[in-house]
């Protein structure tokens, strides 16, 4: 039987396997069963993000926020993709907000620019290992932090994304 759970899970491994067409496709098909699935549909514009097309991202984003999704996680997202754009003081307003996603993370702290690295795979890389996380796929997002990590190791949602990771998966 077709299930939202089935094609939301497919989509994930298409994303896992870089096949953003094939994720897409299993997306949108959960979400004709669920329409209101704000959890599916975070990812159709983290996809827009990863083909570059972050104008349609954040358009999708903004759709987010106005449909009341939880505001730290879209904020987070909206802010990676100004990130990726170099729109250093847009980054750093969204990240104001999305520090929730981290306990205790100060909102100064959040905003802080990484120093090194391409920024839009930073940026991708970022978005996807939240992503992966929030939907339990924890060697996932377990890498996409450490690939954060390498570049930027005082990266604060890195270091606590991939600290929970770990944990899960007994990684001490």
Request: charged share 25%.
């Amino acid at each position: 039987p077709r299930t939202v759970k089935t094609h939301h899970e497919a989509g994930l491994g298409y994303l896992t396997l870089g096949e953003l067409d094939k994720a897409e496709e299993q997306f949108k098909l959960a979400l004709a069963l669920e329409p209101d699935n704000g959890r599916t549909f975070v990812f159709l514009p983290v996809i827009e993000q990863l083909r570059g097309h972050r104008d349609r991202a954040l358009d999708g984003l903004t759709v987010m926020l106005a449909q009341k999704e939880p505001p730290a996680l879209v904020h987070y997202l909206r802010a990676n993709n100004f990130l990726a754009e170099d729109k250093m003081e847009e980054y750093q307003q969204e990240m104001q907000q999305g520090a929730a996603l981290v306990p205790g993370l100060a909102t100064k702290d959040a905003g802080i620019i990484p120093s090194s690295g391409d920024r839009v795979a930073v940026a991708n890389n970022r978005n996807l290992m939240v992503l992966f996380f929030f939907n339990g796929w924890y060697e996932q997002a377990f890498r996409k932090s450490a690939l954060v990590l390498k570049t930027n190791p005082s990266d604060p949602f890195a270091l606590w994304y991939n600290a929970l990771s770990s944990m899960i998966q007994k990684r001490y």
